[in-house]
């Protein structure tokens, strides 16, 4: 199991910028592809961004494509999510986890609000 602890959400404008964190342990972390996903209220779990183990690949939803930046800190065992752009339909609880999920456990996630 990987653990995984995300944060840097909060409360911003329509068209501001976040970027998120997700601190893993538990594993060789620079072996595993990472992946962010996000929940909107009365919405099913949907996937954001992956990254490679590498870091040398990564791939996005059409929704995201442009606006959002996902990369890895092997050294610090961390994943980040930019966002930039922000709309109010990117509203959710934004997680990590390893990708693909294979049953790991999710974190507790970290609240994005995007405000019109």
């Known amino acids: 199991q990987v653990q995984l602890v995300e944060s840097g959400g909060g409360l911003v404008l329509s068209g501001g910028s976040l970027r998120l964190s997700c601190a893993a342990s538990?594993?060789?972390?620079?072996?595993?592809?990472m992946a962010w996903f996000r929940q909107a209220p009365g919405k099913e779990r949907e996937f954001v961004a992956s990254?490679?183990?590498?870091?040398?690949?990564?791939f996005y939803a059409d929704s995201v494509k442009g606006r959002f930046t996902i990369s890895r800190d092997s050294a610090k065992n961390t994943v980040y999510l930019q966002m930039n752009s922000l709309k109010p339909d990117d509203t959710a609880v934004y997680y990590c986890?390893?990708?693909?999920?294979?049953?790991?456990?999710w974190g507790q996630g970290t609240q994005v609000t995007v405000s019109s």
């Open positions: 990254v490679s183990g590498t870091g040398a690949s990564t």
């Open positions: 538990g594993r060789t972390f620079s072996t595993i592809a």
């Open positions: 986890n390893v990708y693909p999920r294979a049953g790991n456990s």
